[in-house]
């Protein structure tokens, strides 16, 4: 139990709709981080959020839309996928991005929501 | 990008010591090393970091080499449970906005 949650664990769905995958956070953490993982490809950096403010869109493309509305809690919304977007969709939280204190520079990964698109 | 090198894959016998090579030498002064691994069906946990002296915790220990150009986890005597991608990556980045960019890792699998 790394204290980041993902809901749902397995998500099948087509082109044409719209679902949303769910991320929380018990830690007390400020930042958070949308992680997109492919088959046999590098964990991809998508969105970071700070204090509830995105500081980071790694080119996302738009069909790709995430929320926070608060420190805790971290949403990605999803529309018209392909299904090259098929993929391990993971969040992350850390105490804050880009602090400098050792003990501060973990990211804790929630387990994933394993994304099907058909 | 700051980047790291590692073997694709690597294998161990139960209950020896494992090394596991990461070669960055394009790293800067104030990059930290970080090493994460996966186990399956679940997210990267985090295994140690350091910056320039050897470091050492519950899990594992991490030796950096002098030039920082490159490093080694050591696992001192690696159980079934260890088997697992590892991943070594450099926090790099403008202070306040650093980023762990992660790269393929070694998938390391352990021999009973």
């Known amino acids: 139990e790394t204290g980041v949650t993902q809901t749902p664990r397995h998500l099948v769905m087509g082109m044409t709709n719209k679902k949303s995958l769910k991320c929380e956070q018990h830690?007390?953490?400020?930042?958070m981080y949308w992680y997109k993982q492919s088959a046999k490809k590098p964990l991809e950096l998508m969105f970071v959020?700070?204090?509830?403010?995105?500081?980071e869109n790694n080119s996302v493309p738009s069909r790709f839309s995430p929320e926070c509305p608060n420190s805790s809690h971290l949403f990605l919304h999803l529309h018209t996928l392909q299904p090259e977007d098929s993929a391990l969709y993971l969040c992350a939280s850390s105490p804050l991005q880009g602090a400098r204190q050792s003990s501060n520079e973990k990211l804790f990964f929630g387990s994933g929501t394993q994304l099907s698109v058909l | 990008d700051a980047k790291t090198t590692q073997p694709n894959s690597m294998e161990s016998n139960e209950e020896e010591p494992v090394h596991l090579p990461c070669n960055h030498s394009?790293?800067?002064?104030?990059?930290?090393i970080h090493w994460y691994r996966q186990l399956p069906s679940q997210g990267p946990e985090y295994v140690i970091h350091g910056l320039t002296s050897n470091v050492n915790n519950r899990m594992a220990s991490l030796a950096i080499a002098e030039d920082r150009k490159s490093s080694t986890l050591i696992l001192h005597r690696a159980t079934l449970r260890d088997a697992a991608v590892y991943y070594c990556?450099?926090?790099?980045?403008?202070?306040?906005?650093?980023?762990?960019?992660f790269g393929t890792g070694t998938r390391l699998t352990i021999i009973p």
């Open positions: 394009t790293i800067s002064g104030t990059d930290y």
């Open positions: 830690l007390g953490h400020n930042a």
């Open positions: 990556i450099l926090n790099w980045g403008p202070f306040g906005n650093e980023k762990l960019t």
């Open positions: 959020y700070n204090f509830k403010e995105q500081t």
